[in-house]
Nanobody, 114 residues
Framework: QVQLVESGGGSVQPGGSLRLSCAASGSILGIYTMGWYRQAPGKQREFIARITGAGTTNYADSVKGRFTIARDNAKNTVYLQMNSLKPEDTAIYYC????????WGQGTQVTVSS
């Protein structure tokens, strides 16, 4: 029983910023790799960013330099700071945690348009 709840999505103009949050709860007895993915209509789910339990991060080339992933283990929460947003960033953003298998949240909608 692991639950992930994303929040922080919304509509912004190109060049704007959003900070997404993902709160994890349930049977989590340790610190595990967590990540962010996104899926636009008609496309497959795309890797965005990942952070390990030790704090090591990696990013997709499409967001490198614009997005930052971070975590707060005291709050069981992972964040995605998104800056310089572009229309092509429009998608549903999903959080996941790897505990021998992947667990996923339901996603939060991000829309970037003028």
């Amino acid at each position: 029983q692991v639950q992930l709840v994303e929040s922080g999505g919304g509509s912004v103009q190109p060049g704007g910023s959003l900070r997404l949050s993902c709160a994890a709860s349930g049977s989590i007895l340790g610190i595990y790799t967590m990540g962010w993915y996104r899926q636009a209509p008609g496309k497959q789910r795309e890797f965005i960013a990942r952070i390990t339990g030790a704090g090591t991060t990696n990013y997709a080339d499409s967001v490198k330099g614009r997005f930052t992933i971070a975590r707060d283990n005291a709050k069981n929460t992972v964040y995605l700071q998104m800056n310089s947003l572009k229309p092509e960033d429009t998608a549903i953003y999903y959080c996941n945690i790897l505990i021998f298998r992947d667990y996923w949240g339901q996603g939060t909608q991000v829309t970037v348009s003028s």
